[in-house]
């Protein structure tokens, strides 16, 4: 999606011309605008509910600016919030200059206690942009990556950006912790007995992705739980006796 400072920076006048556009004909204006108007009602008696009780709030120009500023961090938090993800234990992330300041999008500390309604575009409806912040580097900078935005089919990436901002859980059970260790440790003992065992031998190595284990079997786990009646796996030369002992099921035994 694009980003919209290039309208930001245009006179307040201007927002309020292109929602009138997008009032009389909503094909009329670019797509992603379209779909930013979208979700809100600009209306300037606009009715919203607060504590059970119902009043009129009249919307501002300068109000239409920050609720599309607040839009396009969003934006920016789904294009670039895997290069901040901390999916490195050892040390910080490379600085790669992707800054998601406030300050970048024309928004202050001073505006994270306002409510704004472009939280609606995350499934937090109207909210605080503290919120959204919050909700973005929980699901955009933690300590998985997503990155998905290279992908042209709209109805594929509005299908993940929901998946990924409303029904991807990253809390994992104390179970699951365990089964996944197990898994590495596997994966492990198994590429140091080769390296000690066959020393010097060509052997297609997965040291360093021993995760594919534990992935692997989260997958095929998953699957099985619904109801998958069979799982046809394609893989290169590298870790797979490590699959075929941790995976398959293949002994030992068979496989030396």
């Given amino acids: ?10 006179h307040p006048s201007y927002i309020e011309s292109i929602y009138n ?22 209306a300037y008696n606009q009715q919203v509910t607060t504590n059970g009780q119902s009043k009129s709030v009249v919307s501002s120009s300068v109000d239409l600016i920050k609720e ?3 839009y396009r961090l969003i934006i920016a938090y789904r294009n670039k919030g895997h290069l901040l993800a901390k999916t490195n234990p050892i040390r910080a992330r490379k600085d790669r200059g992707v800054n998601l300041s406030l300050k970048q999008f024309g928004l202050a500390e001073s505006d994270l206690n306002t409510v704004f309604n472009a939280g609606s575009f995350v499934g ?27 992908i042209t089919s709209q109805e594929q990436l509005d299908w993940l950006t929901k998946e990924i901002e409303q029904n991807f859980v990253q809390h994992i059970s104390i179970e ?3 089964r996944i260790l197990e898994k590495l440790n596997q994966g492990v003992m198994f590429e ?16 360093g992705g021993e995760t594919t284990i534990a992935a692997l ?40």
């Fill in 21 to 42: 556009e997008f009032v009389k004909n909503p094909d009329s204006i670019d797509q992603d605008l379209r779909k930013f108007f979208e979700g809100f009602d600009f």
């Fill in 192 to 207: 140091k007995f080769l390296h000690t065992k066959y020393v010097g031998q060509k052997r297609f190595s997965l040291e």
């Fill in 176 to 178: 699951q912790k365990r």
């Fill in 68 to 70: 599309l500023n607040v």
């Fill in 124 to 150: 937090l409806g109207a909210t605080s942009l503290k919120s959204i912040v919050d909700f973005l580097e929980k699901t955009y900078t933690n300590h998985i990556g997503v990155e998905f935005q290279y």
């Fill in 1 to 10: 999606m694009k980003d919209f400072s290039y309208i930001t920076n245009q």
């Fill in 217 to 256: 079997d989260a997958i095929i786990s998953t699957a099985a739980n619904s109801n998958v009646q069979e799982v046809v796996v394609g893989m290169a030369h590298r870790g797979r006796l490590n699959v075929l002992a941790n995976i398959m099921g293949k002994t030992y035994e068979q496989i030396f």
